[in-house]
């Protein structure tokens, strides 16, 4: 399947007193790439959670720290999906500073109603935009 690609910026307000990234910071970059490969398909979660009121949330995640990122890092968040089933998305992220991997992650995702916070089928739209 496809990789996106979201580069980030490893800013003061990222790191420690030491100049490393604070380990919970990385979940803010991996959120962040999830978001914008969403949108870069077309689709906003405020347009699907206000039109159809749905939204993704963070079922489970696991996270391997492998390298530290620093201050004034440049690096680059790749996403892909692997594997769709019913209200959940399954996603491989990594965090990389060229070619080195600093950090991976697993993502669970599911696809709620608000309003009943119950798991709903992915709209068929969402669904067929990832699957190309």
Known sequence: M??????VRVYYEDTDAGGVVYHARYLHFYERA???FLRSLHFSQQHLLTEQGI???VKSMSIDYLLPAKLDDSLMV?????QMKGATIFF????KR???VLSVATVKVACVDLGKMKPVALPKEVKAAFSQ
């Open 98 to 100: 060229e070619n080195q």
């Open 78 to 82: 790749e996403t892909k999906i692997e």
């Open 34 to 36: 999830r978001t914008e």
């Open 55 to 57: 939204a993704f949330v």
């Open 2 to 7: 496809h990789i996106f690609q979201f580069p």
């Open 92 to 95: 491989s992220q990594c965090l």
